[in-house]
């Protein structure tokens, strides 16, 4: 009974998880950046707020880094392999303006 779940994930081949840095400021640019990562064969999104890295575990055969990562700037935010728009930049709230300000919620 060692964890026969472990097992079936290490046998599981169609999985992956990369790291990749997103620009942001406060748990707010967390939820926001969490929330445009979680796209169709995404299994879990991190990103941590101090290294701003975001971890990203998914299936290769559904979606790809760079899909993830045109979600996270089309929700405003700058990342490794994708730049925001100035458009979508713009409707971040200004305390999430990660360019110019630092937010202390
Ligand atoms: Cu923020």
């Given at each position: 009974m060692i964890s026969s779940f472990s097992i079936a994930q290490a046998q599981q081949k169609d999985i992956s998880t990369e790291k990749m840095r997103v620009d942001g400021n406060c748990e707010m640019c967390k939820k926001r950046i969490e929330n445009a990562a979680y796209?169709?064969?995404?299994k879990e999104a991190v990103w941590d707020e101090k290294t701003h890295m975001l971890t990203v575990t998914y299936r290769p055969s559904k979606t790809s880094m760079d899909d993830v990562a045109k979600h996270i700037a089309h929700a405003g935010y700058d990342n490794d392999k994708v730049k925001a728009t100035e458009e979508e930049y713009n409707k971040l709230p200004k305390c999430c303006a990660y360019k110019t300000a630092t937010c202390n919620h």
């Open positions: 796209i169709g064969g995404v």
